[in-house]
């Protein structure tokens, strides 16, 4: 069981490392954001679970799992909003971008 939590455990910095380099090497903050969430979140949700695995108590267990839960529920939701308004305030996607599809949208509240 050691053996499985220290892979878990190496596989979830992993994921940390490459969302830190990711956060450092990407060019625009969308990109950036996108590393920071997936990344990030699929990292420390890995740990979490090593944690729940490692451990032996049910309170352990639970609240492990329920922070698995909430970095799931709520890592895509903030990156889409801080997304949505970096966007509105004038932060605009890198030459690499192929496609806005923000600027695609028709919105009412941006044709002032």
Not at 16 to 42: E, N
Not at 51 to 62: K, N, P, R
């Amino acid at each position: 069981m050691d053996i499985i939590v220290g892979i878990m455990l190496v596989v979830g910095a992993g994921f940390a490392l490459v969302a830190s380099i990711g956060i450092l090497r990407l060019q625009d903050v969308y990109m950036r954001m996108h590393a920071g969430s997936k990344a990030g979140t699929l990292g420390s949700g890995v740990m979490l679970l090593a944690l729940a695995v490692h451990a032996s108590d049910g309170g352990v267990v639970t609240r492990a799992i329920a922070g698995v839960i909430f970095f799931l529920l709520t890592a895509p939701v903030s990156a889409h909003l801080l997304a949505t308004a970096a966007y509105r305030v004038g932060y605009r996607p890198c030459a690499l971008t192929k496609k806005d599809a923000f600027k695609a949208e028709a919105r009412p509240q941006d044709k002032d």
